[in-house]
């Protein structure tokens, strides 16, 4: 077999390109939580494709069902005709995942990312409501089109954007500037008070774990607040679980524990089960006031995606994956926050909820430092935060109990080797 030179990649490949620099090598075999290279390396997968692949690599029943469907000539195309296996998937989502949790959604299908369902929701709630401007918080990362990108807190992202990202007002995120300030009074004071330059707007967005941000992970109460304003004010509440859900936070929603109720979630990413894209926008049946086409998209019918999404809904047709992913954040936690108590010297920080989390750094260049040694170690994560100042851990979250020891040791040793470098950057 011929090696693949990666210069093909510098020569061919646009510069915009990212991961690929963070993971210099040529993946070719991926299978549960391990990737290997051609060299034949493995690799533990602590990535999880940014979590568009919470059920790990070429799950075997996805897999089955996935290629059973290809081989009988099924429907690969059909943007939004009626297909079996598009209402498969409506009645299994709605049996499996709404209706036991008591809620009544109207599921909408636009383009196939995670971008494409935040503009639905930004459009839909600004055609419903009749207003104008969006609140997003502080850190807050929705996607790389204009809509999503206006509500994105990233300056980097945002710059690219190359016009005026306009109608949005941007709130402190939970604790944003310290544990002391109120700033979900700060957020109220402005909508009473005429003077303050802020209308009342059409939708807040929000997620419940900042993903991109730096694991932020919101309280409880602060998300109940947070709707309790939203009704107070007839403002629309908009949940972007599209990394954070389909059980990255040990329940299918992030918000489930909260016990709140969105009026529009995003979902995305894992909602595919496979890695397959799709992307679906769950709207309050009184806010589903669309005309037929008025936001559409060619790729809306991905109907392979629909066959994987309904395989993964398997896994929720009881509480063990729910009650697994629960016990072993629990072991998540408790390793980095030995690793920060360890090592002082990298003045970390545990972040994050179940399956997403992480240590924020306080020492410039120490979480890339830390991911590029586990990477070298056969560990693949990445970093988050405006500075790239957080490792972060996302690992299937089926992964079983040896390969979550097998990879929190790798991440073990390489933060005790940078640790031990002669000096810390930035400190």
């Known amino acids: 077999m011929t090696k693949t030179d990666m210069k093909v990649f510098e020569e061919l490949e646009s510069e915009v390109r990212s991961y690929c620099r963070s993971f210099p090598t040529v993946f070719t075999k991926a299978k549960g939580y391990k990737m290997w290279d051609e060299a034949g390396k493995e690799y533990i997968d602590f990535f999880s494709g940014a979590g568009a692949l919470n059920y790990g690599h070429n799950d075997p029943y996805m897999k089955e069902k996935l290629v059973e469907y290809i081989l009988s000539d099924g429907v690969t195309h059909s943007l939004d005709m009626a297909t079996a296996p598009k209402a498969e998937f409506l009645e299994t989502f709605n049996n499996v995942i709404l209706k036991p949790r008591n809620m009544e959604y109207k599921i909408m299908f636009?383009?196939?990312?995670?971008?494409?369902?935040?503009?639905?929701?930004?459009?839909?709630?600004?055609?419903?409501?009749?207003?104008?401007?969006?609140?997003?918080?502080?850190?807050?990362?929705?996607?790389m089109t204009i809509g999503s990108l206006s509500v994105t807190g990233n300056s980097f992202k945002r710059k690219g954007a190359g016009v005026p990202?306009?109608?949005?007002?941007?709130?402190?995120?939970?604790?944003?500037?310290?544990?002391?300030?109120?700033?979900?009074?700060?957020?109220?004071?402005?909508?009473?008070?005429?003077?303050?330059?802020?209308?009342?707007?059409?939708?807040?967005?929000?997620?419940?774990?900042?993903?991109?941000?730096?694991?932020?992970?919101?309280?409880?109460?602060?998300?109940?607040?947070?709707?309790?304003?939203?009704?107070?004010w007839d403002i629309l509440l908009i949940v972007d679980d599209?990394?954070?859900?389909?059980?990255?936070?040990?329940?299918?929603?992030?918000?489930?524990?909260a016990g709140i109720k969105p009026d529009i979630i995003c979902l995305s990413k894992s909602i595919g089960g496979y890695g397959t894209p799709l992307a679906i926008t769950l709207i309050r049946p009184d806010l589903d006031i669309w005309d037929p086409g008025e936001h559409n998209g060619t790729f809306r019918g991905n109907?392979?995606?629909?066959?994987?999404?309904?395989?993964?809904?398997?896994?929720?047709?009881?509480?063990?994956?729910?009650?697994?992913?629960?016990?072993?954040?629990?072991?998540?936690?408790?390793?980095?926050?030995?690793?920060?108590?360890?090592?002082?010297?990298?003045?970390?920080?545990?972040?994050?909820?179940?399956?997403?989390?992480?240590?924020?750094?306080?020492?410039?260049?120490?979480?890339?430092?830390?991911?590029?040694?586990?990477?070298?170690?056969?560990?693949?994560?990445?970093?988050?935060?405006?500075?790239?100042?957080?490792?972060?851990?996302?690992?299937?979250?089926?992964?079983?109990?040896?390969?979550?020891?097998?990879?929190?040791?790798?991440?073990?040793?390489?933060?005790?080797?940078?640790?031990?470098?002669?000096?810390?950057?930035?400190?």
């Not at 459009?123 to 990362?141: E, H, P, Q, V, Y």
């Not at 700033?183 to 774990?209: C, H, K, N, Q």
């Not at 599209?242 to 524990?257: C, D, I, L, N």
């Not at 360890?342 to 750094?361: C, D, L």
């Open 165 to 232: 990202l306009q109608h949005v007002v941007t709130m402190p995120y939970d604790n944003f500037v310290s544990d002391s300030l109120d700033d979900l009074e700060y957020l109220e004071r402005f909508l009473e008070d005429r003077g303050s330059g802020v209308a009342i707007p059409a939708a807040m967005i929000l997620e419940t774990v900042q993903g991109e941000g730096g694991i932020n992970a919101a309280r409880f109460e602060w998300l109940q607040r947070i709707e309790a304003i939203c009704k107070r």
């Open 303 to 427: 109907n392979h995606a629909f066959v994987t999404a309904t395989a993964a809904l398997s896994y929720w047709k009881d509480d063990t994956l729910e009650r697994n992913v629960q016990e072993k954040a629990k072991v998540i936690k408790a390793t980095l926050q030995k690793l920060v108590d360890m090592y002082p010297e990298m003045k970390g920080e545990v972040r994050g909820r179940g399956f997403m989390a992480g240590v924020a750094s306080e020492i410039e260049g120490f979480a890339s430092k830390v991911t590029a040694e586990a990477f070298q170690r056969g560990l693949i994560m990445e970093t988050s935060g405006p500075e790239d100042e957080v490792f972060k851990l996302f690992p299937p979250i089926n992964i079983d109990d040896e390969g979550l020891e097998k990879g929190l040791h790798i991440l073990e040793e390489s933060v005790k080797s940078v640790v031990g470098a002669k000096e810390l950057v930035g400190s």
């Open 242 to 257: 599209v990394q954070a859900g389909v059980g990255r936070t040990g329940t299918f929603f992030s918000f489930e524990q």
């Open 110 to 143: 636009p383009g196939p990312t995670g971008t494409n369902t935040v503009e639905s929701a930004l459009k839909l709630a600004r055609k419903a409501t009749g207003r104008t401007d969006i609140i997003s918080f502080t850190n807050g990362f929705h996607g």
